[in-house]
């Protein structure tokens, strides 16, 4: 909120890295509790009803989320001289976010550019700039 409110965000591997500590953590959790009965008859039965449920767990909940989470990623860009946070989303079409570099984890939450590649088109990208309220101004490229 405290960051949204200074038109900043953090930049998405943050979001990636808090996930992926989180699903650990509940994983570890639910092992260490599995770990701890004593009887060996309620043991076996947690164990296979713990990875009953991980495995349900994986398959209905973590894997599509896993398919759209992985197809996007982040990284410094130049272009002009100017450095950008470029946020890229690879889940069906390819898309490329541009905002502005404000350090190593955050950057401004206003869109600056945005590069299109859709379908499977080859070469230069449908690029679009926007101007300070969010309208687009440029649209440069053909795609092909």
């Given at each position: 909120?405290?960051?949204s409110a200074l ?122 700039v926007y101007d ?13």
């Amino acid at each position: 909120i405290v960051l949204s409110a200074l038109h900043l965000r953090f930049r998405f591997f943050m979001y990636q890295g808090i996930v992926i500590f989180s699903v650990l953590g509940i994983v570890i959790g639910i092992i260490q509790k599995v770990r701890r009965n004593e009887n060996k008859k309620v043991q076996i039965a947690i164990y296979v009803a713990t990875t009953a449920t991980l495995i349900f767990c994986v398959i209905y909940f973590f894997l599509p989320l896993a398919i759209f989470f992985f197809g996007q990623s982040e990284k410094t860009a130049y272009i002009d001289g100017v450095k950008y946070s470029a946020h890229t989303d690879e889940f069906l079409d390819r898309y490329i976010y541009y905002y502005d570099y404000k350090n190593f984890f955050i950057s401004e939450n206003k869109l600056k550019m945005q590069d299109s590649y859709p379908g499977c088109i080859v070469g230069d990208p449908i690029r679009a700039v926007y101007d300070e309220h969010g309208n687009k101004i440029i649209i440069q490229g053909n795609g092909g």
